[in-house]
């Protein structure tokens, strides 16, 4: 019997060095301790996730179109419909969102930052902001830049529509 065999199998599952496996290791990470934490930080209660999730879609979406729809929301967050209008309805009742009659058709409600949705978003984006400094500042300036200029092109392929 060979004795390197066990070592080669365990070797093979070592996945330390890929960038895939990598990446699935920090959204899974990621994917509820981000929200909960950001939340947290911003509102003092992790209940305040759902409403985070829509007003920062809704400000994204706003960063490529003029107008946003509770369609846009659902597809920003990858949920059906009637979920992400419930969500909406939500965000508009605590006062972070407003609904108004889009112009270039009133059958669909135009979404509208609150000023205290405006607030909220930019309190979480910068507790994210906050996050990656923490985990990269014993990194040097050229590699600090250069990994965000990487993370920002990859997140725009990955969720280009």
């Known amino acids: 019997m060979d004795q390197t065999q066990p070592a080669t199998r365990v070797s093979a599952l070592d996945s330390s060095g890929d960038p895939g496996v990598a990446l699935f290791r920090l ?48 597809r920003a967050l990858g949920i059906d419909h009637s979920g992400a209008s419930r969500m909406v309805s939500d965000a508009v009742q605590a006062g972070l969102l ?5 112009a270039h058709d009133t059958r669909h409600a135009a979404l ?3 000023e205290q949705g405006e607030a909220l978003v930019t309190a979480a ?6 996050v990656f400094d923490e985990f990269t ?11 965000a200029r990487l993370l920002v092109r990859f997140c725009a392929a990955a969720t280009a529509h």
């Open 137 to 147: 500042h014993d990194w040097s300036v050229k590699d600090r830049a250069e990994f």
């Open 27 to 74: 959204i899974r990470h990621w994917a509820r301790r981000a929200p909960q934490r950001s939340a947290m930080v911003a509102t003092g209660s992790a209940k305040d996730v759902p409403r985070i999730l829509v007003i920062d879609a809704v400000a994204t979406a706003h960063e490529h179109a003029e107008f946003v729809d509770v369609t846009a929301v659902a």
């Open 125 to 130: 984006r910068e507790w994210q902001n906050t």
């Open 98 to 102: 407003t609904r108004s009659t889009a």
């Open 112 to 114: 509208l930052l609150t």
